[in-house]
């Protein structure tokens, strides 16, 4: 089965594994629809092809190949951070991330690093309780002000994490690029660091660099209530085309 062809016969930029299944069947009647399965996971899985929505896929060409999204910690912290709620709380859902991880999106740098651990509500107090004693600047759900006003070189910030949020399917602890990019817009910490205008090129950079599954991405955004405000940047300030 000659795969590219099959590919270059979809006209639209944006299919479903139904569609593709139709473009095999027209030229191969006899295919063996059992095993389209196990061929599609397969051209996936080599980057043939990409998820961007809920059974929504585009063929990757050179042009357009991405990245799924990985973070190497820049401050040993970080990780120190990590492996230690680990191995206080092995069972807990957490991801722990840092604001100079914006950077890589970001025109004007974020110098003061701070980290932050979201976790499930049940537990935000035991975790906090327990980093405060091996990371003493480590705030509760700061508001901005507080943030501004308590801020020291290190300093671990404690916050909810909404059960809908979407994984990272490399990094279990790390964030996805999906909860990266809604973070920006609902973490009112975050928005008090980087400047709005930062934003466009942002979302820019990270819809050019990396794989982004909408869908995801804007189910979390809802839940966090700027699903809204990320669609009017991206339609009015982003040559960004989305899919969903």
Known sequence: M???????NINSKVFRRQD????????NPNYNVG???RHFSKLSSSGLIECVGEDLYTVVTPDTARQIYTYQALNPELSDVEAFINMKFPLVDFVVWETVQLNEFLNHQIAQNTIIVMVERMLMD?????????????L????????QRYWRDGTVLVEKLSSRYPKNPKQRRRCS???????????KTVKAIVSISDYPEALEIAFMRYIINETRMFNYAKSRYV??????????????RLYT
């Not at 593709?20 to 030229?27: A, H, Q, T, V, Y």
């Not at 690029?177 to 973490?187: G, N, S, Y």
Request: charged share 35%; net charge negative; aromatic share 12%.
């Open 140 to 147: 509760f759900t700061p508001k901005p002000d507080e943030y």
């Open 35 to 37: 095993s389209f399965n």
């Open 227 to 240: 699903d809204k405000e990320i669609r009017r940047m991206i339609k009015n300030q982003t040559s960004i």
């Open 126 to 138: 035991a975790v906090f309780e327990q980093l405060k004693l091996k990371f003493p600047s480590t």
């Open 2 to 8: 000659k795969y590219a062809e099959i590919m270059e």
């Open 177 to 187: 690029i999906e909860k990266l990019i809604v973070d920006l817009f609902a973490e």
């Open 20 to 27: 593709f299944l139709g473009e095999i069947l027209k030229s």
